[in-house]
């Protein structure tokens, strides 16, 4: 008897716990459904998050492969047995992800303007169960490239849908849960380009959980926040970061106290105003998961140093380098410094490295050094001496972030979401390991790298967009001045694809810092490889072209045979004197050498007129050199050629009506012209008149 009595009081205490158990109902498509995966009801988000959630709640699946959310689209939800169910249930919480199947060209095309008012119905049916429930709605998974319909409309209708949702969640006051953001950078999880694996998943799962729940795990912030490093100094700077929701932030930096509060997201941002250049300082964030406090922060000037090998090419490589290991303990410049997991050398990589590329963890943790030997030594030679230049003329502490990666093609810089909708450069994404649109060279090294790997959809950081992916995003939230870039000998197979490119690239960018971001760049040097002359010259219309930005040349301090020139400390003060012109305005400052700006052909003469252009003469007191002229046939005789004034004169014998001219137009350039501040002429080739 006693027995029957505890399992009864047993039952009503388990029967009434059940009964305030929080009802959760997720519906939607095959995604919700978990179509594709093993192990379906275990792996499926719903019961991800069901077990995430923990026994106080009850997690039901309604999802409904190929259902719609239009209600005359090919496979209406509303229509469904799925719904109905949903409905029975009259969930607490409603998780609604729906839309991926209106993208399908039977729906969306002829039904688009009744998405929002039959979305609007939908979530109306769910509050007439359960008046006091709570709804999200979701920005939808990611359509990968790779989807058979992508570029015949499926990218465009997407995008679309994804503004109607978001423009739904603000008229119904509900909540709007982001599934794109962090399954978008990981297109290795969507085997079919559609569904998520169960890896993909249990991504959607622990972001519905932090919606439903708040918890984002507590206050965060990047990891580029760290002991020693350089603020950004000017009349604003945004501090940010992540924490639970609603949670109160505080922020203080010297006097100034400043806060603010986690968005329903989780994310934060406080403003510090009027920030000069000094320190050391404490900076404190406090919320109340927990205190994060750096110490010894400056303030001054942030730059980002990017690009390929010759950027990544450390002072102790280059000349003088044990002279800057030891010297540049004195400079006040500050390092963060990523360096690759794993190179890009001629190796296979193991099964760990794999794996951890896959994870977007390219790069080894990195925190923010002193200018101590071993890191001066190890860190990258142009930026070194960029910083170092750039500390001494402004008197201010300089912070250098270096992501360079040795053999990275620009493409693999540039975000996703840039390439999908530049319809140019989309077909760049598709079957990157075989694309000609990418380097031979680049590929190859790329297959030999993976040739181990298990997935068809393994990752390498020169498949385009990785690196902004693993690389540039990790540290978007922090402030910067601009950015200076050593890149181009991976895309100088093509000039004209590259032409494309580069200006995707610096917009890309800018999205994030701005659309004034300085952006300065090198341009390749002298080496025995043909295209390089064709790659210079564009480069140097490049920095035309796109604004806010200017090149360094470095043609004259190139090797015939080795691709990586050890005369590091020119480059990076070059690439300085731009910053110091043209963003800090220093006026008398000679931001660079002669550049070309026009030629008028007259009496059989050439008179060819330079920017940059005074005091002009020859670097080794010889006669100018490496001038030729071309007819209308567009045959380049070698010419000679004189200063004249501000301009340069040059003809030819055998070219009696020229009507072009070019200098340095050799893969290896002996090219000699300099103006009075000893910087060289860059390499060009003026259009046919």
Same mark, same amino acid.
């Given at each position: 008897m006693r027995l029957f009595i505890l399992v009864y009081v047993l039952s009503l205490f388990v029967e009434g716990a059940f009964a305030q158990r929080i009802k959760v109902a997720c519906v939607g498509n095959s995604v919700t459904y978990g179509y594709t995966l093993p192990e379906r009801e275990?792996?499926?988000?719903?019961?991800?998050?069901?077990?995430?959630?923990?026994?106080?709640?009850?997690?039901?699946?309604?999802?409904?492969?190929?259902?719609?959310?239009?209600?005359?689209?090919?496979?209406?939800?509303i229509w469904q047995p799925e719904f109905k169910k949903a409905l029975e249930f009259a969930g607490d919480r409603v998780i609604i992800h729906l839309g991926l199947n209106d993208t399908d060209p039977r729906n969306w095309p002829n039904y688009r303007d009744e998405f929002i008012s039959d979305y609007l119905a939908l979530i109306d049916s769910f509050r007439s169960v359960n008046p006091r429930c709570q709804i999200w709605i979701c920005r939808m998974s990611p359509i990968s490239h790779r989807h058979h319909r992508f570029k015949s409309g499926t990218r465009d209708w997407y995008e679309q849908i994804q503004h109607a949702i978001e423009k739904v969640a603000a008229d119904a006051r509900v909540g709007l849960i982001d599934l794109q953001e962090e399954l978008y950078c990981r297109p290795e999880l969507l085997p079919d380009a559609l569904h998520p694996d169960a890896e993909g998943t249990s991504i959607l799962a622990r972001t519905v959980y932090s919606a439903i729940t708040g918890d984002f795990g507590g206050l965060q912030m990047s990891p580029v926040y760290s002991d020693h490093m350089v603020l950004q100094r000017g009349p604003e700077l945004?501090?940010?970061?992540?924490?639970?929701?609603?949670?109160?932030?505080?922020?203080?930096?010297?006097?100034?106290?400043?806060?603010? $509060?986690?968005?329903?997201?989780?994310?934060?941002?406080?403003?510090?105003?009027?920030?000069?250049?000094?320190?050391?300082y404490e900076l404190k964030v406090s919320a109340s998961s927990r205190e994060l406090i750096f110490k010894d922060v400056l303030v001054g000037e942030v730059w980002i140093c990017s690009g390929q090998s010759n950027m990544a090419f450390m002072i102790k490589q280059s000349a003088r380098g044990k002279y800057w290991?030891?010297?540049?303990?004195?400079?006040?410049?500050?390092?963060?410094?990523?360096?690759?997991?794993?190179?890009?050398?001629?190796?296979?990589?193991?099964? *760990?490295?794999?794996?951890?590329?896959?994870?977007?963890?390219?790069?080894?943790?990195?925190?923010?050094s002193l200018p101590?030997?071993?890191?001066?030594?190890?860190?990258?030679?142009?930026?070194?001496?960029?910083?170092?230049?750039?500390?001494?003329?402004?008197?201010?502490?300089?912070?250098?972030?270096?992501?360079?990666?040795?053999?990275?093609?620009?493409?693999?810089?540039?975000?996703?979401?840039?390439?999908?909708?530049?319809?140019?450069?989309?077909?760049?994404?598709y079957d990157w390991k075989n694309n000609d649109m990418l380097q031979d060279w680049v590929r190859g090294r790329a297959a030999l790298n993976i040739q181990n790997a298990r997935t068809a959809l393994q990752r390498h950081p020169y498949e385009p967009c990785y690196l902004y992916e693993a690389g540039v995003r990790p540290v978007a939230g922090f402030p910067i001045r601009?950015?200076?870039?050593?890149?181009?000998?991976?895309?100088?197979?093509?000039? $004209?694809?590259?032409?494309?490119?580069?200006?995707?690239?610096?917009?890309?960018?800018?999205?994030?810092?701005?659309?004034?971001?300085?952006?300065?760049?090198?341009?390749?040097?002298?080496?025995?490889?043909p295209s390089w002359p064709?790659?210079?010259?564009?480069?140097?219309?490049? *920095?035309?072209?796109?604004?806010?930005?200017?090149?360094?040349?470095?043609?004259?301090?190139?090797?015939?045979t080795d691709v990586h020139p050890v005369q590091k400390q020119e480059v990076g003060e070059r690439l300085a004197r731009l910053a110091l012109k043209d963003t800090y305005h220093f006026g008398h400052v000679v931001k660079a050498g002669p550049m070309f700006t026009g030629v008028e052909f007259k009496k059989g003469m050439a008179y060819v007129s330079f920017e940059n252009a005074e005091g002009?003469?020859?670097?080794?007191?010889?006669?100018?050199?490496?001038?030729?002229?071309?007819?209308?046939?567009?045959?380049?005789?070698?010419?000679?050629?004189?200063?004249?004034?501000?301009?340069?004169?040059?003809?030819?014998?055998?070219?009696?009506?020229?009507?072009?001219?070019?200098?340095?137009?050799?893969?290896?350039?002996?090219?000699?012209?300099?103006?009075g501040e000893g910087l060289p002429a860059s390499t060009f080739r003026s259009e046919e008149k």
């Open positions: 275990k792996n499926c988000y719903p019961a991800q998050l069901a077990r995430m959630l923990g026994d106080g709640y009850e997690v039901a699946n309604f999802g409904k492969s190929g259902a719609t959310l239009l209600n005359k689209g090919h496979r209406p939800y945004k501090i940010s970061g992540r924490a639970d929701a609603g949670e109160k932030v505080m922020v203080q930096l010297g006097k100034q106290r400043r806060g603010g $509060e986690a968005d329903a997201a989780g994310r934060w941002e406080v403003t510090l105003k009027d920030l000069r250049a000094g320190g050391p290991r030891e010297k540049g303990t004195e400079v006040q410049v500050r390092l963060f410094d990523m360096k690759p997991r794993v190179y890009t050398d001629a190796v296979a990589w193991d099964s *760990a490295a794999l794996a951890a590329v896959n994870r977007l963890e390219y790069y080894l943790p990195a925190s923010w101590e030997e071993d890191r001066v030594a190890d860190f990258s030679a142009v930026a070194f001496h960029f910083g170092r230049m750039l500390s001494d003329s402004l008197k201010v502490p300089v912070g250098l972030i270096c992501n360079a990666v040795g053999g990275a093609p620009a493409e693999a810089f540039i975000d996703r979401h840039s390439l999908e909708f530049n319809h140019q450069l989309v077909d760049i994404l601009g950015v200076i870039w050593y890149q181009g000998e991976s895309n100088a197979h093509n000039v $004209e694809l590259h032409e494309a490119i580069f200006p995707v690239l610096v917009e890309s960018w800018r999205n994030i810092w701005g659309k004034e971001m300085p952006f300065y760049f090198v341009q390749l040097s002298s080496l025995n490889r064709h790659f210079r010259d564009s480069q140097r219309r490049l *920095a035309e072209l796109v604004e806010h930005s200017g090149i360094a040349v470095t043609s004259d301090i190139g090797h015939p002009m003469k020859t670097a080794d007191g010889e006669p100018l050199r490496s001038f030729e002229l071309a007819g209308k046939e567009g045959i380049f005789y070698p010419a000679r050629a004189e200063v004249a004034g501000d301009v340069i004169r040059v003809y030819a014998p055998q070219v009696k009506n020229p009507c072009e001219v070019r200098y340095g137009w050799q893969a290896y350039s002996t090219g000699n012209l300099i103006n």
